[in-house]
């Protein structure tokens, strides 16, 4: 599986931006999906998950309210959409494919994309 990250960009404080990540090699339809990020000088955190269907989704305490993860699995893609967005929120994301899609652990993914970088300006 190669998942494909685009979306992110420069957009002040307040603003919204909507990542995607694309697919391919394989149908990613039976498999969770998730979206992490990385802030310069730290770590690989959680940000939200969803199972194979859509059904369940879970998210860091952080981007509760703001951030919504959501798939097309016809499209192989799986989306963020993240408003009100607060300059702490830059960082690098990524996407990751595999397991339930209902755990934040990132040893639960097996695919992970190249990432795309938000920077949020105050």
């Known amino acids: 599986v190669q998942l494909q990250a685009s979306g992110g960009g420069l957009v002040q404080a307040g603003g919204s931006l909507r990542l995607s990540c694309a697919a391919s090699?394989?149908?990613?339809?039976?498999?969770?999906m998730g979206w992490f990020r990385q802030a310069p000088g730290k770590e690989r955190d959680f940000v939200a998950r969803?199972?194979?269907?859509?059904?369940?989704?879970g998210y860091t305490d952080s981007v509760k309210g703001r951030f919504t993860i959501s798939r097309d699995n016809a499209k192989n893609t799986v989306y963020l959409q993240m408003n009100s967005l607060k300059p702490e929120d830059t960082a690098v994301y990524y996407c990751?494919?595999?397991?339930?899609?209902?755990?934040?652990?990132?040893?639960?993914?097996?695919?992970w994309g190249q990432g795309t970088l938000v920077t949020v300006s105050s």
């Open positions: 990751a494919a595999g397991g339930s899609g209902y755990s934040s652990s990132s040893r639960e993914y097996n695919y």
């Open positions: 090699g394989r149908a990613v339809s039976s498999l969770g």
């Open positions: 969803i199972n194979w269907s859509g059904s369940i989704t």
